[in-house]
C-alpha cells in the first residue's frame, strides 16, 4: 500500500475506505492471472496481505476463501499462508463442464466469445457485478492486441430501481419510510453499469470497435442470472436466497440476499461438438440455448422498459 500523502495546509484528510473483500479477491487473482503469483508458489501470509491492503484479517480469509471456491488458491486456513493452485489451466470450464461457481466460470467463457469477430453478449442479473469482472479480462487482451474484435454488441436487463425487490431486503422489515438495503443495492446497480458501459466503449476509442452497450429495466426481482454469448451457449444459474448480516449505515442488518458471483454456473451449448456429446444430450443443450434466446428477446422487446444508471 502506498503512504498516505501529506496533509495539505495543514487540513487532515479524510480517511480512505477499507476495500471490501472482493476487492481485495479482485486484485489476487489479477496477480495469479498475470503470473505475478506463480501455480505452486505459496501467498503472503494473511498478516502480510491484510497489512498491504489496509484491512483486517478476516476481510483476508474472505477474500482467500473467494478464490478458493474458484480452485486458484488451495491449503487457505487460518495459521498458514495459501498457496496457489499448481494446476492452473488444466481445469478450464467449459459447455458440458460440472458447474462451476459464477466468478470462475464466467471469465473464461466470456473470454471465449470475445475471440470472435463479431461478439454478442446479453446478460439477464440482479446487478451486473459478475459480468463487469468476467469482462475485464478478455478488455485486457484486447488493449494488448491479443483478441481483435470488430463489433462488441452488449445487452444487459437489470431490475427496475422502484420496484419492491423480493430481496434483497431487510428481515426485520422497514425502519420508517426509508428503505437503506434498496438504497445501497441501486447504487451498486448503477455504479456496476456505469463501470461495464464505460470499459467497454473504451474500446471504440482506442481500438475502433464498433461497440454497443444497452440497458432496460425489468419490472421484477429475477430469481435466475443467465449469461448468452454468441448465440452459442447459455450460461444459467440460480440466485439461492438466505439469510445473511450486511452492514449498512455502519450498523450490522439482516437481509435476505444472494450471493450471485458465487452461484454455481450451468453451461450450455448450441452444438453438440461444444459440449463432447452427441445425440439426445447436444438437442437438449441447443434447444435449451434457443429457448433462452427467446426468453430474453421477449423480454427485451415487452415488459421491459428504459433504465437510468443514475441516482
Known amino acids: 500500500m502506498e503512504p498516505e500523502p501529506a496533509p495539505v495546509n495543514g487540513r487532515k484528510r479524510p480517511p480512505r ?13 489479477a496477480r495469479i492471472r498475470s503470473g505475478a ?11 502480510q496481505l ?3 491492503f489496509g484491512v483486517e484479517r478476516g476481510a483476508v480469509r474472505q477474500a482467500l476463501r473467494i478464490l478458493q471456491s474458484e480452485r486458484l488458491l488451495t491449503n487457505v486456513s487460518k495459521g498458514s499462508p495459501a498457496t496457489v493452485a499448481p494446476d492452473l489451466g488444466r481445469d478450464r470450464p467449459g459447455p ?51 483478441l481483435k474484435p ?12 422502484d420496484i419492491a425487490l423480493a430481496f434483497p431486503v431487510p428481515v426485520a422489515g422497514l425502519d420508517g419510510d426509508r428503505d437503506a438495503v434498496h438504497e445501497r443495492w441501486l447504487a451498486m446497480r448503477n455504479a456496476q453499469g456505469q463501470v461495464l458501459r464505460h470499459n467497454l466503449l473504451s474500446l471504440r476509442a482506442t481500438h475502433g470497435v464498433d461497440v454497443s ?3 432496460r429495466a425489468l419490472p421484477f426481482t429475477p430469481p435466475v442470472k443467465l449469461y448468452l454469448l454468441n448465440d452459442a451457449e447459455a450460461l444459467f444459474a440460480y440466485y439461492t436466497v438466505g439469510r445473511r448480516e450486511q452492514e449498512i449505515d455502519r450498523r ?3 437481509v435476505y440476499d444472494a450471493e450471485g458471483i458465487h452461484a454455481p454456473l450451468f453451461a450450455f451449448a448450441s452444438e453438440a461438438g461444444q459440449v463432447g456429446e452427441a445425440g439426445e444430450a447436444g438437442e437438449r443443450d441447443a434447444a435449451f440455448v434457443r429457448q433462452s434466446r427467446l426468453w430474453f428477446d421477449a423480454l427485451w422487446g415487452t415488459i421491459s422498459t428504459e433504465l437510468r444508471l443514475t441516482p
Open 17 to 29: 475506505p477499507q476495500p471490501s473483500p472482493v476487492e481485495v479477491a479482485d486484485e489476487l487473482r
Open 213 to 215: 452497450v444497452s440497458f
Open 252 to 254: 450490522p442488518t439482516e
Open 150 to 161: 470488430a463489433k462488441v454488441d452488449v445487452r444487459v436487463l437489470l431490475p427496475a430501481r
Open 37 to 47: 503469483l506463480r501455480p505452486g508458489r505459496r501467498m503472503p501470509t494473511q498478516a
Open 50 to 52: 491484510a497489512d498491504e
Open 96 to 146: 458440458g463442464a460440472a458447474p462451476r461457481p459464477t466468478t470462475a466460470a464466467l471469465a473464461h467463457r466470456v473470454g471465449h466469445a470475445f475471440a470472435a469477430r463479431e461478439v454478442r453478449v446479453d446478460a439477464l442479473c440482479l446487478t451486473a457485478v459478475s459480468l463487469t469482472l468476467a469482462i475485464g479480462e478478455p478488455l485486457r487482451l484486447v488493449h494488448e492486441g491479443r
